[in-house]
């Protein structure tokens, strides 16, 4: 039960979400760092990953999953792996913009996301 409210919560927190505009927004993606067997990594998904890509930000920004046990992606060899998980490094062009460490529920995620993007010059429209 408390996994639908989280959710619903989310989804509430996603339509009030501000719409982002940026010539930069569409080569960038939020990478997230990922292990199996992460507690945080799975309350992630079932708090925001459903709703990431409806959202302004996962359009700006979609999500790109790497498993840190996993080979690491040639495109992303100037990127630093993190053994905490999960974390998200907002890219483009492979190199890394911001970083977020850790899963703290859904009320921390939305706005330090949205710090991340705007410390990256992207910026609500207005």
Not at 21 to 41: F, N, P, T
Not at 99 to 115: I, K
């Amino acid at each position: 039960m408390k996994a639908i409210i989280s959710f619903l919560t989310a989804l509430f927190l996603v339509s009030l979400a501000p719409n982002f505009s940026s010539g930069k927004a569409q080569a960038a993606e939020l990478v997230m760092m990922e292990q199996a067997g992460c507690a945080w990594c799975k309350r992630w998904h079932a708090e925001i990953g459903v709703a990431y890509p409806k959202t302004a930000e996962g359009r700006l920004a979609p999500l790109r999953q790497v498993d840190i046990h996993a080979p690491w992606p040639a495109d992303l060899k100037d990127i630093q792996v993190d053994r905490y998980t999960p974390t998200f490094v907002l890219v483009e062009n492979g190199k890394e913009l911001g970083r977020l460490r850790g899963y703290a529920g859904d009320d921390f995620f939305w706005p330090l996301l949205a710090e991340m993007l705007a410390n990256a010059g992207i910026q609500p429209s207005n």
